[in-house]
């Protein structure tokens, strides 16, 4: 007979196991330059670690493989001085990622064949004309970056659906990361524990270019956090440390799985159980 003792404890080691990612060791790719150049390597090297090929930029998910935003092919109206929409790339061109900020928007810099923009949005010029000394692009010509934050949330979907999924591997090639221990990516599982934060590694001088990735090595990511810098942009600030953004590395977002088979085996032992389940009589009863 199961007692009310061991159901609960079973149904808390069925949390407990629910919450647990299968993450294993995360392996961590980081380098910098002062080239693009300099971080190839290492950017080639996480693409490696997350196996398969580049995937087109379409619906539904490839199940392994990658995903990339390099912002260069964004249209000059989702450019600087324009506002870029937050579902742009799960929805325009679907890539499985949707973004969000407790600032007050996104922007994509403005490149010089922009028709009617040009030079004054060129990284973030637009924003102060100081910018461009202090960023560069890793694949010209455009940035990203967050507005009236330093904070961009990154929540995974089936690519062109709003089905929730998760990724193995997540990475981002920063531009002007001076101050250590600052610019970071936070991982988060399904149910929204988090799975560590890792720091981008910093380099002095400005124009610098500074890549992260990290593979779970199991589909457990289901959003990223991603802190660049201290600071936020703004006309006049040019005060340490003022980071954005270049090319996103990914894993293929594939489907949340169903609980694991041991968590049914032991709900199915609850159910039956709690079936069998009987008072025990008292002393002196019938």
């Known amino acids: 007979m199961l007692t009310s003792r061991w159901v609960s404890s079973a149904f808390a080691s069925l949390l407990a196991l629910s919450a647990i990612p299968n993450a294993g060791a995360a392996l961590v790719f980081s380098s910098t330059?002062?080239?693009?150049?300099?971080?190839?390597?290492?950017?080639?090297?996480?693409?490696?670690?997350?196996?398969?090929?580049?995937?087109p930029n379409v619906t539904g998910s490839f199940g392994s493989g990658r995903r990339e935003i390099n912002w260069d092919g964004v249209p000059a109206a989702f450019a600087a001085p324009n506002g870029f929409a937050a579902n742009f790339f799960n929805s325009n061109s679907p890539r499985g990622v949707v973004f969000s900020t407790p600032g007050t928007g996104f922007q994509v810099s403005g490149a010089t064949?922009?028709?009617?923009?040009?030079?004054p949005a060129v990284e973030f010029s637009n924003i102060d004309p100081t910018y461009p000394t202090l960023f560069a692009p890793f694949s010209a010509q455009r940035l990203f970056t967050a507005i009236g934050s330093n904070i961009v949330d990154v929540n995974l979907f089936i690519p062109g659906s709003t089905t929730g999924a998760l990724t193995r591997g997540f990475g981002i090639v920063f531009s002007d990361v001076d101050v250590a221990d600052t610019t970071s990516l936070q991982f988060f599982d399904r149910n929204n524990n988090s799975l560590g934060?890792?720091?981008?590694?910093?380099?002095?001088?400005?124009?610098?270019f500074s890549f992260?990735?990290?593979?779970?090595?199991?589909?457990?990511?289901?959003?990223?956090?991603?802190?660049?810098?201290?600071?936020?942009?703004?006309?006049g600030n040019i005060t340490e440390?003022?980071?954005?953004?270049?090319?996103?590395?990914?894993?293929?977002?594939?489907?949340?799985?169903?609980p694991p088979?041991?968590?049914?085996?032991?709900?199915?032992?609850?159910?039956?159980?709690?079936?069998?389940?009987?008072?025990?009589?008292?002393?002196?009863?019938?």
């Open 113 to 119: 064949t922009d028709a009617g923009v040009g030079q």
């Open 33 to 55: 330059g002062l080239l693009t150049s300099d971080i190839v390597a290492g950017v080639n090297n996480f693409r490696a670690s997350l196996g398969g090929a580049l995937n």
């Open 261 to 286: 088979t041991l968590a049914l085996a032991m709900l199915a032992l609850i159910a039956a159980g709690l079936g069998r389940r009987r008072t025990v009589p008292q002393p002196g009863s019938r």
């Open 212 to 235: 992260l990735g990290v593979d779970f090595g199991s589909p457990v990511i289901g959003r990223v956090r991603i802190t660049s810098g201290n600071q936020i942009l703004g006309a």
């Open 197 to 208: 934060t890792f720091f981008a590694p910093a380099i002095g001088g400005n124009e610098t």
């Open 241 to 258: 440390d003022l980071v954005v953004m270049d090319d996103f590395i990914f894993a293929e977002p594939t489907a949340v799985p169903e």
